[in-house]
């Protein structure tokens, strides 16, 4: 019962500079209650220093609530939610031993390595169009510099007038 990894790649968020999973989506991906996730990270809390999981402040979780239209403060949680860095989601599955969360963190792995592959060619693309510009617009600014050339009046002190001069009859 292999995920989408476009389900995976929806559920990565960009927080802190990290590309990261938050608690809730990587406990419905495993199929257990974020409770239970968090329980079983608690009893491993070595496995996960502060660049493999944080918790997120009460600014960030307000914004992401904001983003997302959470429920009340009657529902949901009351605490803010952990975001898990790749190397967090790979040490998760140390801590979880079902069959799900085995098949779910190769799914999670992969989409990371897909993310990084859709980023990658992203930023040599950008670097070529980039590279493009800068040759462009150095042959463009000749071309430019010699329509304007042609488009400045030029001033001819000898300048005749148009047109035929009338004689004057005696």
């Known amino acids: 019962m292999p995920l989408p990894v476009e389900r ?18 990587l406990a419905a991906l495993y199929g257990v209650e974020t409770k239970v996730l968090l329980q079983a990270v608690r009893r ?13 402040t009460l600014d960030e979780w ?4 904001s983003q997302f239209v959470t429920s009340s403060s009657w529902g949901g949680r009351r605490t803010a939610p952990y975001a898990f860095t790749e190397q967090g989601v790979a040490m998760l599955s140390s ?3 079902s069959d799900r969360a085995i098949a779910v963190n190769i799914q999670i792995v992969r989409a990371f390595v897909q993310l990084k ?5 992203h930023e040599d693309l950008a670097r070529k169009i980039e590279s493009l510009e800068r040759k462009y617009d150095a042959q463009f600014r ?3 510099d010699a329509i304007r050339e042609l488009m400045t009046p030029h001033e001819n002190p ?10 004057k009859q005696p």
Do not use: W, Y
Not at 10 to 22: A, H, M, T, Y
């Open 8 to 25: 995976i790649l929806k559920s990565i968020l960009v927080l802190r500079g990290e590309k990261v999973l938050l608690d809730a989506d």
């Open 95 to 97: 801590v979880l031993h």
């Open 44 to 56: 491993n809390i070595e496995r996960f220093p502060d660049d493999f999981m944080f918790q997120l």
């Open 117 to 121: 592959r859709m980023l990658a060619t």
């Open 62 to 65: 307000s914004c992401l609530r």
């Open 158 to 167: 000898k300048k005749q007038p148009i047109g035929f001069k009338v004689k």
């Open 142 to 144: 000749g071309v430019f």
